[in-house]
């Protein structure tokens, strides 16, 4: 990847970790049908963040360096949302995210050579 694309990538990335973390500490309520869509969105919202981490560092390779810190922010996430009166920790959202970066790392052989 040129390196106006790696900047891209990685000005992406800020801007996917921060609307992440604006709807992970916002105060919506769920029904429980939306409790499964909430998983999805887990799924596909740590599938688009491993895919921009490992874009916006393409010479490293998609190893634990890259996917760990993103576990790490899940986590985190539901540090927080463990504070919040209107959040919840859920350990089902944190598997959810692991999920997504799975999801991705089988994914990149799909990719083509790097």
Same mark, same amino acid.
């Given at each position: 990847?040129?390196?106006?694309?790696?900047?891209?990538?990685?000005?992406?990335?800020?801007?996917?970790?921060?609307?992440?973390?604006?709807? #992970?500490?916002?105060? %919506?309520?769920?029904? !429980?049908? $939306?409790? =499964?869509? +909430?998983? &999805?969105?887990?799924?596909?919202?740590?599938?688009?963040?491993?895919?921009?981490?490992?874009?916006?560092?393409?010479?490293?390779?998609?190893?634990?360096?890259?996917? #760990?810190?993103?576990? %790490?922010?899940?986590? !985190?996430? $539901?540090? =927080?949302? +463990?504070? &919040?009166?209107?959040?919840?920790?859920?350990?089902?959202?944190?598997?959810?995210?692991?999920?997504?970066?799975?999801?991705?790392?089988?994914?990149?052989?799909?990719?083509?050579?790097?």
């Amino acid at each position: 990847m040129t390196r106006p694309g790696t900047t891209a990538c990685r000005l992406l990335l800020v801007l996917a970790l921060i609307t992440i973390t604006c709807f #992970a500490t916002a105060d %919506l309520s769920h029904t !429980a049908a $939306e409790a =499964v869509n +909430d998983k &999805l969105a887990h799924v596909l919202s740590f599938f688009v963040l491993a895919l921009l981490a490992d874009l916006s560092f393409p010479k490293r390779g998609f190893d634990w360096v890259v996917w #760990a810190p993103l576990i %790490l922010y899940g986590l !985190a996430i $539901e540090v =927080v949302q +463990d504070q &919040l009166p209107y959040r919840t920790f859920s350990l089902l959202d944190l598997a959810a995210d692991a999920a997504g970066i799975f999801a991705y790392g089988l994914f990149i052989p799909f990719l083509g050579p790097r």
